[in-house]
């Protein structure tokens, strides 16, 4: 019905930045709240930022000022800009949505993930 793929994904340098998204595509009729999670190995999967309709932010306190959410809802995408990555920032990081399908079905999606390694 619906399908969310994340990239942009890689390895960087401390320091360094990328730049996430993730687009959604299927039989959609709206988009709510977006978001994007990560997890790092052994430790449970974290919210990391979210956006709703009227692009109000919200963001896990220790990626404040450094990450940014955004999105382009003719592209039905979100993204996720990451700046002055941190060791501790590793993990995948996964996107999700609030959405309603034509049929009347309101889903929460996950993408497949993508990996995101900070190391020197």
């Known amino acids: 019905q619906v399908q969310l793929v994340e990239s942009g994904g890689g390895l960087v340098q401390p320091g360094g930045s990328l730049r996430l998204s993730c687009a959604a595509s299927?039989?959609?009729?709206?988009?709510?709240?977006m978001g994007w999670f990560r997890q790092a190995p052994g430790k449970q999967r974290e919210l990391v930022a979210t956006?709703?309709?009227?692009?109000?932010?919200n963001y896990q306190n220790s990626v404040k000022g450094r990450f940014t959410i955004s999105r382009d809802n003719a592209k039905r995408t979100v993204y996720l800009q990451m700046n002055s990555l941190k060791p501790e920032d590793t993990a995948v990081y996964y996107c999700?949505?609030?959405?309603?399908?034509?049929?009347?079905?309101?889903?929460?999606?996950w993408g497949q993930g993508t990996q995101v390694t900070v190391s020197s």
């Open positions: 999700n949505a609030d959405i309603k399908t034509v049929m009347g079905r309101r889903l929460s999606p």
């Open positions: 299927g039989t959609i009729f709206n988009i709510y709240t």
């Open positions: 956006i709703d309709t009227g692009d109000n932010t």
